[in-house]
C-alpha cells in the first residue's frame, strides 16, 4: 500500500516540493521552480527515479508554476492523481491556528488576515494554496503553520512588556517559526537517547536560524518571536537589536520604517556584516585574515551560545543540545565552538567525531561523561508535514 502526500513549500519567487509515500517515508520524487513573477525566464526541475526533467520557461506567478509542476508529475511520475493529500507550509498561523488545519474557503481567509503578521511570506503560501486547489480540486489540502509547535507558550515566554490593550489590539506576542523542524528533531532526540520525558534545546541553523527551548515534547522558548527577523545572527537577517536603532537610522538616513525593515531582513546578518552569506566564504575570509569576517563568525557564535545558557537555566538545566540544519548539520566549527563557550556547564566533546565537518545521520557528539549530551540530527521538515497531513486526514 502507498500513501503519497504532496509537500509544498512556497516562497516569494520559487516553489519547493516532494511527494512523500507516508507508509514506507520513501521520497517519489522533488524538485523545484524558482524565478516565478521575476524579469529574468524561470525554470522548473523535477527529479525521480534518479532522473531529472526540466522546463526553463516564463512563470509568471504560482499558479503557472504550479501547473507545470503538475505537467512533469503527469508526464514522468510518480501519478499524482493518486495523491492522498497536499500539505501546504505556512508560516505565520496567528493566534487562530495552534495545529494542522484542513484547508477550506474559510481558512483561506483567516490565513489572510495574518498577513500583516508575515508580509513576506504568508502572501506566497496563499498562492499556492489557491493554486493547488484549482489544479486539484478532490485532494484533501492541509496547512501546516511554522507557529503551531510554539503556540502553547507560557506568558511569560510570549509576552512583551508594552502597553496590554495595544499588545491584544495588534495581536502582539511571540509566536515562534522552524516548528516542524524543532518538532521533528526533538522527537527524534528522545528516540535516540530513550528519554520520552526530556529537557532540551533545539539549534536550527540555516540561512534563517532560531534556537528552542522543549520540555516533555512542549516548547517553552523560541528565539524568532514575533517576526522570523528576531533571535540569533542570520545569513541575511539582523537578529535582536535595540529597536531604538529603527528611530535613529530612519531619522539620520531619511528611511522609511519599510525601507529599514527590508535592511534588516535581506541585507543585514552576516551578510551586511561580510558581503556574504555561505559560511564556507566567511570562514575562508577570516581564514585570509579579514578582520571583519572573524567578527561576524564570533558574534554568530557569541548570540547562539548567550540565548543556550539562558534556555538552560530557564528549563532547569538542558539534558540536551542538538543542531540542525544547513550550517547546523555542516559546519563543525561553528558547533565546536559554540560548545568550548559553554564547557563551563560540563560539556564535552568526542575528539574522535567532533570535527567531522558534513552529518548525514543522527550522530551524539559529546562523550559519556559530558553534562549535556551534544547531537547532531539532520531536519526533516517535509517528512514532518506529511506525517502530520497524513495523521489529520485519516
Given at each position: 500500500m502507498s500513501r503519497p502526500?504532496?509537500?509544498?513549500?512556497?516562497?516569494?519567487?520559487?516553489?519547493?516540493?516532494?511527494?512523500?509515500?507516508?507508509?514506507?517515508?520513501?521520497?517519489?520524487?522533488k524538485g523545484m521552480a524558482e524565478r516565478i513573477a521575476e524579469s529574468e525566464p524561470g525554470n522548473v526541475v523535477h527529479k525521480v527515479d534518479g532522473e531529472e526533467f526540466r522546463l526553463d520557461l516564463d512563470l509568471a506567478d504560482h499558479t503557472v508554476a504550479l501547473k507545470n509542476i503538475v505537467d512533469l508529475f503527469r508526464a514522468n511520475g510518480p501519478d499524482i492523481d493518486q495523491a492522498v493529500a497536499v500539505a501546504h507550509r505556512v508560516v505565520h498561523g496567528g493566534r487562530?491556528?495552534?495545529?494542522?488545519?484542513?484547508i477550506d474557503d474559510s481558512v483561506v481567509a483567516a490565513i489572510e488576515e495574518t498577513i500583516p503578521?508575515?508580509?513576506l511570506?504568508?502572501?506566497?503560501?496563499?498562492?499556492?494554496?489557491?493554486?493547488?486547489?484549482?489544479?486539484?480540486?478532490?485532494v484533501p489540502?492541509?496547512?501546516?503553520?511554522?507557529?503551531?509547535?510554539?503556540?502553547?507558550?507560557?506568558?511569560?515566554?510570549?509576552?512583551?512588556?508594552?502597553?496590554?490593550?495595544?499588545?491584544?489590539?495588534?495581536?502582539i506576542r511571540k509566536y515562534g517559526f522552524h516548528g516542524t523542524s524543532h518538532e521533528y528533531v526533538?522527537?527524534?532526540?528522545?528516540?535516540?537517547l530513550g528519554k520520552p520525558k526530556l529537557r532540551q534545546i533545539v539549534c536550527h541553523l540555516g540561512n534563517g536560524a532560531s534556537v528552542s527551548a522543549i520540555v516533555d515534547g512542549v516548547g517553552v522558548e523560541i528565539s524568532m518571536a514575533f517576526t522570523p527577523m528576531s533571535g540569533l545572527v542570520m545569513g541575511t537577517r539582523c537578529g535582536d537589536i535595540d529597536p531604538g536603532i529603527h528611530a535613529y537610522v530612519c531619522q539620520e538616513t531619511g528611511m522609511s520604517i519599510a525601507e529599514f525593515?527590508?535592511?534588516?531582513f535581506k541585507r543585514s546578518g552576516v551578510l551586511g556584516m561580510t558581503g556574504k552569506t555561505d559560511m564556507r566564504d566567511v570562514w575562508a575570509e577570516a581564514e585570509a585574515g579579514d578582520a571583519q569576517a572573524k567578527i561576524a563568525l564570533d558574534l554568530y557564535m557569541h548570540r547562539l551560545a548567550m540565548y543556550i545558557a539562558g534556555y538552560h537555566a530557564i528549563i532547569g538545566g538542558a539534558e540536551a543540545i542538538t543542531f540542525t540544519a544547513g550550517v547546523g548539520e555542516n559546519d563543525e566549527r561553528i558547533r565546536n565552538g559554540v560548545?568550548?563557550?559553554l564547557a563551563c556547564f560540563g560539556i564535552k566533546l568526542n575528539d574522535e567525531i567532533k570535527d567531522i565537518r558534513h552529518i548525514r545521520e543522527n550522530t551524539i557528539l559529546s562523550t559519556p561523561d559530558s553534562a549535556i549530551a551534544v547531537l547532531v540530527v539532520p531536519t526533516n521538515e517535509e517528512l514532518s508535514m506529511a506525517r502530520q497531513t497524513a495523521a489529520l486526514i485519516s
Open positions: 502526500i504532496l509537500v509544498l513549500n512556497c516562497g516569494s519567487s520559487s516553489i519547493k516540493y516532494q511527494m512523500i509515500d507516508v507508509d514506507s517515508d520513501a521520497v517519489l520524487a487562530k491556528f495552534r495545529a494542522t488545519t484542513l503578521l508575515a508580509p511570506h504568508n502572501p506566497a503560501a496563499l498562492q499556492g494554496i489557491r493554486a493547488a486547489r484549482a489544479l486539484l480540486p478532490s489540502q492541509t496547512a501546516i503553520f511554522d507557529t503551531s509547535f510554539f503556540s502553547d507558550l507560557p506568558p511569560e515566554a510570549y509576552s512583551y512588556a508594552l502597553p496590554t490593550e495595544l499588545a491584544e489590539k495588534l495581536n526533538s522527537g527524534l532526540v528522545s528516540e535516540i525593515s527590508d535592511l534588516c560548545c568550548d563557550r
